[in-house]
Each structure stands twice: as structure tokens, then as C-alpha cells.
T-cell receptor, first 111, second 115 residues
Framework: GQNIDQPTEMTATEGAIVQINCTYQ??????LFWYQQHAGEAPTFLSY????GLEEKGRFSSFLSRSKGYSYLLLKELQMKDSASYLC????????????FGKGTHLIIQP | DTEVTQTPKHLVMGMTNKKSLKCEQH?????MYWYKQKAKKPPELMFV???????INESVPSRFSPECPNSSLLNLHLHALQPEDSALYLC??????????????FGPGTRLTVL
């Protein structure tokens, strides 16, 4: 079976840093993805990890530990526009395989 | 062009209607996907086409019929839908990669309401 857990909701302050955690138990693993989704819009790709370690892309970083089945997304210098849902997704097969998504973390940024 | 486009943006249909959702990409991607997303839920995979062949069908009811006329186009034909099929239908595409799961890029979705 596939099980991906992430917090339902988080609140953070503009200009601060927030870390969104994701744990997974899947029948296979070929990559972990983070997407941002504003209400009523499509998911937008943020980052991808397949090997252990940290990937940094501007204000966003993502970390993976395969042995622990754990990832986090780190957002720095938070802006009001970062208020959105953040979806953790795992690809179990290689190539063109569907993603299994977690339920998403609704991030609220306060002034 | 780095976009996946979907038409229409919104669709309202009765249970006896037949309609189609369309998806197009011009990124040279060779895999395309349909996902269904209900309100406040994550996307759920419906179908995957790889090199224009249906490679994954997640036990979707036959009232949903996918079609991939060429590598740039993906359709989802709808017939005799139920009100519980109302959702955001997302199309995605990806470039083939060796070994690891492809990164998928999503279109804006079609908001479907079945009356």
C-alpha cells in the first residue's frame, strides 16, 4: 500500500522560515516531488529528490532521507503569495508512472 | 512553450450528455496523464499514456474514456456521468527519464460540474 503523511495546516509569519514535513511508506520509490497549489489552480512543480540530501532552489529547499522515509520542504523569506497548499508526492515506478500524493499541507502566511 | 493547456476551463453537463475534455502540450513530452481532484483532496491518478499508448488505467469507470490522438494531445471523453464525478480534472505531461519517475507538469484543469 501507499501511505504519505503531512500536516494538514501550518501557520507562519511573513519573512520567516517554515519547514513542511512529509513521511512516506510506499511499495516502491523512484522519486519524491513537492508541488505548490493555490486554491482552484493546478499544482506547480517546486522540487524533486531521488537521492538522500538537500536540493536548493532559490527560497525553496527540499531534503530526503530514503532510509527514514522522510522529506521536508523548507521555505525561506516567506511572502504572502506563499499562502497555498503544498503537496508531497511519491513516484513508485520509473519513467511515466503516476504520482501518489499526500493530502497536502495548507500553509497560511500572516503579516 | 512550457505550458500544458486544457479546455474548457469550466464545464457543466447533465447526466445524459456526452462531452470531451482536451489537453495539449508542445514541450515534446512523450507521456501524458489524467488526474481527478475533488475539493480539499489531493489529485488521484486516472490514466497514463506513454508514447501514445495507454500504460496505466487506475480502474476508472468506463463512463470515462481517454484518447491520445498524437504525442501532443490528450482527450477525456465523458458519457453518462454521475454528480459525484464533479471535480477538477487535471492533465499533466512529462519527458521520459531513465529509471527515476518523470517530473510531471500540470495544466490549469477543467472544473467539471455534473447536474
Amino acid at each position: 500500500g501507499q501511505n504519505i503523511d503531512q500536516p494538514t495546516e501550518m501557520t507562519a509569519t511573513e519573512g520567516a522560515i517554515v519547514q513542511i514535513n512529509c513521511t512516506y511508506q510506499t511499495s516502491g520509490f523512484n522519486g519524491l516531488f513537492w508541488y505548490q497549489q493555490h486554491a482552484g489552480e493546478a499544482p506547480t512543480f517546486l522540487s524533486y529528490n531521488v537521492l538522500d540530501g538537500l536540493e536548493e532552489k532559490g527560497r525553496f529547499s527540499s531534503f530526503l532521507s530514503r532510509s527514514k522515509g522522510y522529506s521536508y520542504l523548507l521555505l525561506k523569506e516567506l511572502q504572502m503569495k506563499d499562502s497555498a497548499s503544498y503537496l508531497c508526492a511519491v513516484g513508485s515506478g520509473g519513467g511515466a508512472d503516476g504520482l501518489t500524493f499526500g493530502k497536502g499541507t495548507h500553509l497560511i502566511i500572516q503579516p | 512553450d512550457t505550458e500544458v493547456t486544457q479546455t474548457p476551463k469550466h464545464l457543466v453537463m447533465g447526466m445524459t450528455n456526452k462531452k470531451s475534455l482536451k489537453c495539449e502540450q508542445h514541450m515534446g513530452h512523450r507521456a501524458m496523464y489524467w488526474y481527478k481532484q475533488k475539493a480539499k483532496k489531493p489529485p488521484e491518478l486516472m490514466f497514463v499514456y506513454s508514447y501514445e499508448k495507454l500504460s496505466i488505467n487506475e480502474s476508472v469507470p468506463s463512463r470515462f474514456s481517454p484518447e491520445c490522438p498524437n504525442s501532443s494531445l490528450l482527450n477525456l471523453h465523458l458519457h453518462a456521468l454521475q454528480p459525484e464525478d464533479s471535480a477538477l480534472y487535471l492533465c499533466a505531461s512529462s519527458h521520459p527519464s531513465a529509471g527515476t519517475t518523470d517530473t510531471q507538469y500540470f495544466g490549469p484543469g477543467t472544473r467539471l460540474t455534473v447536474l
